[in-house]
Structure formats: structure tokens, C-alpha cells
T-cell receptor
Framework: DTGVTQSPTHLIKTRGQQVTLRCSPI?????VSWYQQVLGQGPQFIFQ???????GRGNFPDRFSARQFPNYSSELNVNALLLGDSALYLC????????????FGPGTRLLVL | RKEVEQDPGPFNVPEGATVAFNCTYS??????FFWYRQDCRKEPKLLMS???SGNEDGRFTAQLNRASQYISLLIRDSKLSDSATYLC?????????????FGTGTQLKVEL
């Protein structure tokens, strides 16, 4: 079975630019969640999507947005990048939303210069 | 106060030692609990779920005390390969979705 996949693996952007990160869940999983992990901290919840609908949103500014496609893949968009957005962005998938283990992809490392 | 608090360590222990990690959480309505393991520059991987009755998986034992809002992980007979960061995770259901809240992680280094 293929696990959660994310692209790109690494990305370098400059302040003010926009970035789109992509995630494909485990086959059969309908829920995708996004997390931001800054160095030295645990992952922080950004969004959860299930069946293309947003089911949860963390404490992140409106510069962060996401969507889920009919094939359950997902994109995370970050506009007007700040230096503080430099982090590992993790995608996790689960079969449904509640009482389900989330499985993480390898992440996208974003560096904002 | 952070929602999930852990001692960041590092815990440096010799091979074969027993080591215990503790974690506290602030939201008494939290529904489920986990320990994830994260290797350097890798994604978190589920180590085990945590139940009030306690659960064991080989050398690993996890325990939940809902009254004290306290979660523990015990590793017996530590191996070099156990060196990693251990993340305490609390799951809250809201609005039809899951929200995992992570602690900062406790770093374990097992030495020869």
C-alpha cells in the first residue's frame, strides 16, 4: 500500500510570495489534515477536510487556505509568505474524521528567505 | 498554559534501561490519546493509542489517568533504535472533525 504522499519535498521561497503544497492520502482515506511543524516544536493543526468540506480549522491567519478534490487529494495554499512560515508542513490522512488514527506523509520543508 | 505539556528532555539513557515519559493535557473533554514517535527530519509515526485501562505493546506501556489529565509512556529494555522524539498527542472532536494537539515532544537518546 502506498502511504500518504506529499509534493514537493523541499521548497525555497522569498517573503511575499505564494506557495501551494500538495497531498495525496492513503487509498481509501477520505479525510486529510494539514499541520505545521516549526523546528523544536510539535506539529500544529491547520485544517481538516473530509469529503471536500472543511471540518476543522486551527489558529492560523487567513493567508492559509486549503481545499480537497473529488479524488480526496488536497492542496494547502499560503499567501504573502513571512519568514515565520518556514517550517515542515505535514499532511495526514484518515479513513473518516472521528475516532480514526491519522497517518502522516513525509512532509514538505518550506524555507522562506 | 499549553494544551499538551511534556518535558522536552533530552533523556540520555544507557541501552537496557527503563525510561518513563509523562504528559499532561488541559482540555478535560479530550476524547482520545496517542503517543507518536518522530525520528530526526522525518514524519511522526503512531507508536500506540492510550487507554484508561492501560495498554502494552512489547516493551512499551502507555497509561491514561483522566482524573489527573495525565498520560504516560514506559519503555523497558531500551534499544539504540528507540532514540527519537516522543510526541504526546490529544485528540478533540469538534464540528464533525478531528483535531490532534501535539506536545513539544520528549527527546530520547539511548547510548551504548
Amino acid at each position: 500500500d502506498t502511504g500518504v504522499t506529499q509534493s514537493p519535498t523541499h521548497l525555497i521561497k522569498t517573503r511575499g510570495q505564494q506557495v501551494t503544497l500538495r497531498c495525496s492520502p492513503i487509498s481509501g482515506h477520505k479525510s486529510v489534515s494539514w499541520y505545521q511543524q516549526v523546528l523544536g516544536q510539535g506539529p500544529q493543526f491547520i485544517f481538516q477536510y473530509y469529503e471536500k468540506e472543511e471540518r476543522g480549522r486551527g489558529n492560523f491567519p487567513d493567508r492559509f487556505s486549503a481545499r480537497q478534490f473529488p479524488n480526496y487529494s488536497s492542496e494547502l495554499n499560503v499567501n504573502a509568505l513571512l519568514l515565520g512560515d518556514s517550517a515542515l508542513y505535514l499532511c495526514a490522512s484518515s479513513h473518516q474524521t472521528v475516532q480514526e488514527t491519522q497517518y502522516f506523509g513525509p512532509g514538505t520543508r518550506l524555507l522562506v528567505l | 498554559r499549553k494544551e499538551v505539556e511534556q518535558d522536552p528532555g533530552p533523556f540520555n539513557v544507557p541501552e537496557g534501561a527503563t525510561v518513563a515519559f509523562n504528559c499532561t493535557y488541559s482540555n478535560s473533554a479530550s476524547q482520545s490519546f496517542f503517543w507518536y514517535r518522530q525520528d530526526c527530519r522525518k514524519e511522526p509515526k503512531l507508536l500506540m493509542s492510550v487507554y484508561s485501562s492501560g495498554n502494552e505493546d512489547g516493551r512499551f506501556t502507555a497509561q491514561l489517568n483522566r482524573a489527573s489529565q495525565y498520560i504516560s509512556l514506559l519503555i523497558r529494555d531500551s534499544k539504540l533504535s528507540d532514540s527519537a522524539t516522543y510526541l504526546c498527542v490529544v485528540n478533540n472532536y469538534a464540528g464533525g472533525g478531528n483535531k490532534l494537539t501535539f506536545g513539544t515532544g520528549t527527546q530520547l537518546k539511548v547510548e551504548l
